[in-house]
C-alpha cells in the first residue's frame, strides 16, 4: 500500500517536531534566552505536532474503511435481506392467524465474524 510509508512520515514528522518542541522549551526554562526556530516557539511546535498526527490517524481510519467496505456492504445487505425475509413471514403468519412464536430468530452478525 502506498499510503503506509505516508503515514510513517506523519507520524515521524510528528515525533520529531515534539522533540524539537521540548528541548526549545527546556532551553527556554534553563537559560534567559528565548529560542525560535523561523520564528515557532515550544508552543507552536506542539501544535505542529498535533496538527501531523490527526492526518496521520485520519489515513490509518480511512485507509481501514476502503480495506473493510466490501465486507461491511455484504454484512449490510445480508442484515438487510434476513429483515426482509422476517418481515415477509411475519406479514404471511399474521395473515393467517398463525403464532409469531414459530418465526426464526435473526442473529446478528459481529464486528469480528467474517
Do not use: C
Amino acid at each position: 500500500m502506498l499510503v503506509l510509508p505516508l503515514i510513517d512520515l506523519m507520524i515521524l514528522l510528528g515525533t520529531a517536531s515534539l522533540g524539537v518542541g521540548f528541548v526549545i522549551k527546556v532551553i527556554n526554562l534553563s537559560t534567559r534566552y528565548s529560542p525560535s526556530i523561523f520564528g515557532f516557539n515550544s508552543l507552536d511546535f506542539v501544535v505542529i505536532a498535533g496538527i501531523f498526527f490527526t492526518f496521520a490517524l485520519t489515513l490509518v481510519a480511512r485507509s481501514w474503511m476502503k480495506l473493510n467496505e466490501p465486507r461491511l456492504q455484504s454484512l449490510r445487505r445480508d442484515t438487510l435481506a434476513a429483515d426482509a425475509r422476517l418481515r415477509a413471514a411475519q406479514h404471511e403468519l399474521g395473515e393467517n392467524g398463525g403464532d409469531f412464536s414459530e418465526l426464526p430468530v435473526r442473529q446478528t452478525a459481529s464486528a469480528d465474524h467474517r
